[in-house]
T-cell receptor, first 114, second 113 residues
């Protein structure tokens, strides 16, 4: 069975500073990997996804993520955060063998200091 | 524009009552999913459907049921609400494959007293 771990429950970052959110997955074959963002009181919105090919994936809102098979990781990064990036971020993993289902990590809440 | 809606947005009910949460999508997607979101657990899959008349149990399906009579709707029923089912519930839909983006509704906050 697939699983996802987001080691950081909360991260506080200053506006303009860089941000990196960690995601580790467990799955035997090549996974489908996703990052979603949830603003307060809202549903989830897709930031980016990875299936194959170039391991550095660009997403919306200036985010990018890098797939590292050797480390079973798919970390999300942004070079310079804005106050509007304060939200909860979820990493999710899917797989062909799992049908169309996703398994989500526990989430990382990002606070942005002025 | 296509969208996915949930109703009600907030619901307070009493232990033992039957509750139905509605989910409606206009994407014409084959796949629909119900999740619950609880602190520290992220999103956990309750039930899902790959098409009309198809339903499947997810990770935390006990006490919940769904039915899919058309493409657009996947209502979630709590047969006899329990306090442990107090949560935020999200519906999502996707086109066909595991690579397709899941689009989420705005959520329903359910409180069981």
């Amino acid at each position: 069975a697939q699983s996802v771990t987001q080691p950081d429950i909360h991260i506080t970052v200053s506006e303009g500073a860089s941000l990196e959110l960690r995601c580790n997955y467990s799955y035997g074959a090549t996974p489908y990997l996703f990052w979603y963002v949830q603003s307060p009181g809202q549903g989830l919105q897709l930031l980016l996804k990875y299936f194959s090919g170039d391991t550095l994936v660009q997403g919306i809102k200036g985010f990018e993520a890098e797939f590292k098979r050797s480390q079973s990781s798919f970390n999300l990064r942004k070079p310079s955060v804005h106050w509007s990036d304060a939200a909860e971020y979820f990493c999710a993993v899917g797989a062909r063998a799992a049908g169309n289902k996703l398994t989500f990590g526990g989430g990382t809440r990002v606070l942005v200091k002025p | 524009d296509a969208e996915i809606t949930q109703s009600p947005r907030h619901k307070i009910t009493e232990t033992g009552r039957q509750v139905t949460l509605a989910c409606h999508q206009t994407w014409n997607h084959n796949n629909m999913f119900w999740y619950r979101q609880d602190l520290g657990h992220g999103l956990r899959l309750i039930h899902y459907s790959y098409g009309v008349q198809d339903t499947n149990k997810g990770e935390v399906s006990d006490g919940y049921s769904v039915s899919r009579s058309n493409t657009e709707d996947l209502p979630l029923t709590l047969e006899s609400a329990a306090s442990s089912q107090t949560s935020v519930y999200f519906c999502a839909s996707s086109e066909s494959t595991g690579k397709d983006t899941q689009y989420f509704g705005p959520g329903t906050r359910l409180t069981v007293l």
